[in-house]
């Protein structure tokens, strides 16, 4: 018979998955699957191009975080209940974006997709923040293992899922269908519990609301050194990841190999990575997690150089991605608990919007001329420099470990 306390900690990371997939499943709909939707409509590729503006307020969200730190709904409780009301909103979006032909009226249909995307990023902030609080320190690794496993289903369904389904129903009734999900979605929202609020004073001005969460993270020992690592940890990965496909291309594989081998089957290890990751890190800690991770991150990268020298060989492209896929996975379930791990209760959402907002720089900005480095040392060069660049984050934390052998 299963205890109650095991019966707890199954329905944390049951309702922990579910909110991961509740994240995961608008982020592509403004994403490939709408740039499908509007090609298919005949809208020009310059308009079509465009649509990557849509995806600023995932960049951006940690501006408006706090106000949801700030103000607390009188229902259900500060998370569920911001929660509740940007799943309706977003349920009524999409329902307006299926409603919407991009061929008529292709600016109203990008308007409405930037509501989606900001209201996606809203629903992220809440999320990240109910996670931290919901969770015992002892589970943020499996927990953050269960969210990005979720997450990353919910993006396969709306993306792979959503554009098979466009060409058997269209996109209007595929995207009714996506809003009727993301509706269930809010059952998970009114079964799950609020957190126990840290009591504090609700902050009343400027300072207090946006200066406080920073000032707050930035007065602890070792701050400048803790942002400067999550900066760092996966910038090797992340630049050697934004030029993958062109390598693979580079090697003679084909837009179906490539396909079939690097999205659908390696998504498999990926998620297995991801929930090997957070049962070692309930094991061994976070801080002997993000140091083992890290090195297999490294090696997996190295990995690049000798599938070079292999060639066209489809058994050795899967053997490299399998490895690069596990080792990414597990380093991204130590990385997300240990960024949760660092930030104070009383303001969570604030707090994890600035850290993940700087944990996307290596893979919006500084992985973007990646391409000049590549064409200027040939892909032996390339992958070698992206597995020594892993080197400073990893003695980088090896100086921090005072500040982090607790978690």
């Given at each position: 018979?299963?205890s109650?306390?095991?019966?707890?900690?199954?329905r944390?990371?049951?309702i922990?998955?579910?909110?991961g997939f509740?994240?995961g499943?608008p982020?592509?709909?403004?994403?490939s699957?709408?740039?499908?939707?509007?090609t298919d409509s005949?809208?020009?590729?310059?308009?079509?191009?465009?649509?990557a503006?849509?995806?600023l307020?995932?960049t951006?969200?940690?501006?408006?975080?706090?106000?949801?730190?700030r103000?607390?709904?009188?229902?259900?409780?500060?998370r569920r209940?911001?929660?509740?009301?940007t799943?309706?909103?977003?349920?009524?979006?999409?329902i307006?974006?299926?409603?919407?032909?991009p061929?008529?009226t292709?600016?109203?249909?990008?308007?409405v997709?930037?509501?989606?995307?900001?209201?996606?990023?809203?629903?992220?902030?809440?999320i990240?923040?109910?996670?931290?609080?919901?969770?015992p320190?002892?589970?943020?690794?499996l927990?953050?293992?269960?969210?990005?496993?979720?997450?990353?289903v919910?993006?396969?369904?709306a993306?792979?899922?959503?554009l098979?389904?466009a060409?058997v129903?269209?996109?209007?009734?595929?995207?009714?269908?996506m809003?009727g999900?993301l509706g269930v979605?809010?059952?998970?929202?009114?079964w799950?519990?609020?957190?126990v609020?840290v009591?504090m004073?609700p902050p009343?001005?400027?300072?207090?609301t946006f200066?406080?969460p920073?000032?707050n993270?930035?007065?602890r020992?070792g701050a400048?050194?803790?942002?400067?690592?999550?900066?760092l940890?996966?910038?090797?990965?992340?630049?050697?990841?934004?030029l993958?496909t062109?390598?693979?291309?580079?090697?003679?594989?084909?837009?179906?190999?490539i396909?079939?081998t690097?999205?659908i089957?390696?998504?498999?290890?990926?998620?297995?990575?991801i929930?090997?990751?957070?049962?070692?890190?309930?094991?061994?800690g976070?801080y002997?997690?993000?140091?083992?991770?890290?090195?297999?991150?490294?090696?997996?990268?190295?990995g690049?150089?000798?599938?070079n020298h292999m060639?066209?060989h489809?058994?050795?492209?899967?053997?490299v991605?399998?490895?690069e896929?596990?080792?990414?996975?597990?380093?991204?379930?130590?990385?997300t608990?240990?960024?949760?791990?660092?930030?104070?209760?009383r303001f969570?959402?604030?707090q994890y919007?600035?850290l993940?907002?700087?944990?996307?720089?290596?893979?919006?900005?500084?992985?973007?001329?990646?391409?000049?480095l590549?064409?200027?040392v040939?892909w032996?060069g390339?992958f070698?420099v992206?597995t020594?660049?892993a080197?400073?984050g990893?003695?980088?934390?090896l100086r921090l470990?005072?500040y982090?052998v607790?978690?």
């Amino acid at each position: 018979m299963i205890s109650t306390s095991r019966l707890s900690m199954i329905r944390r990371h049951v309702i922990t998955f579910l909110m991961g997939f509740a994240s995961g499943l608008p982020l592509l709909l403004t994403g490939s699957v709408l740039q499908a939707w509007m090609t298919d409509s005949g809208v020009s590729l310059e308009n079509v191009g465009l649509l990557a503006l849509v995806g600023l307020p995932y960049t951006l969200k940690f501006a408006w975080a706090p106000l949801l730190d700030r103000f607390h709904l009188p229902f259900l409780g500060r998370r569920r209940g911001w929660l509740l009301i940007t799943q309706a909103l977003l349920v009524g979006m999409l329902i307006v974006m299926a409603l919407t032909d991009p061929a008529i009226t292709p600016l109203f249909m990008g308007l409405v997709a930037l509501g989606v995307s900001f209201l996606s990023a809203t629903q992220d902030i809440v999320i990240d923040a109910y996670r931290r609080e919901h969770l015992p320190d002892n589970e943020l690794g499996l927990g953050s293992g269960f969210y990005v496993y979720g997450y990353r289903v919910g993006m396969l369904l709306a993306s792979g899922g959503g554009l098979m389904l466009a060409d058997v129903i269209g996109f209007t009734q595929t995207y009714l269908l996506m809003a009727g999900l993301l509706g269930v979605a809010m059952l998970v929202t009114l079964w799950a519990p609020e957190p126990v609020r840290v009591e504090m004073a609700p902050p009343r001005k400027f300072h207090q609301t946006f200066l406080d969460p920073i000032v707050n993270f930035i007065s602890r020992p070792g701050a400048f050194g803790l942002l400067l690592f999550i900066l760092l940890y996966k910038l090797g990965d992340s630049v050697a990841g934004n030029l993958t496909t062109p390598f693979y291309k580079a090697l003679g594989f084909t837009n179906a190999e490539i396909g079939a081998t690097v999205k659908i089957f390696g998504l498999w290890p990926l998620l297995g990575g991801i929930f090997i990751g957070g049962l070692l890190i309930m094991r061994w800690g976070i801080y002997r997690s993000l140091v083992i991770f890290g090195i297999l991150q490294m090696l997996s990268t190295a990995g690049f150089v000798l599938l070079n020298h292999m060639g066209h060989h489809l058994y050795w492209l899967a053997a490299v991605v399998s490895f690069e896929n596990v080792a990414a996975g597990m380093g991204t379930a130590a990385f997300t608990a240990f960024m949760a791990s660092l930030t104070d209760k009383r303001f969570t959402a604030g707090q994890y919007a600035l850290l993940s907002s700087v944990m996307g720089l290596p893979r919006v900005v500084i992985a973007a001329p990646s391409g000049y480095l590549a064409d200027s040392v040939g892909w032996d060069g390339f992958f070698i420099v992206c597995t020594l660049v892993a080197l400073p984050g990893l003695l980088l934390l090896l100086r921090l470990k005072r500040y982090l052998v607790s978690a």
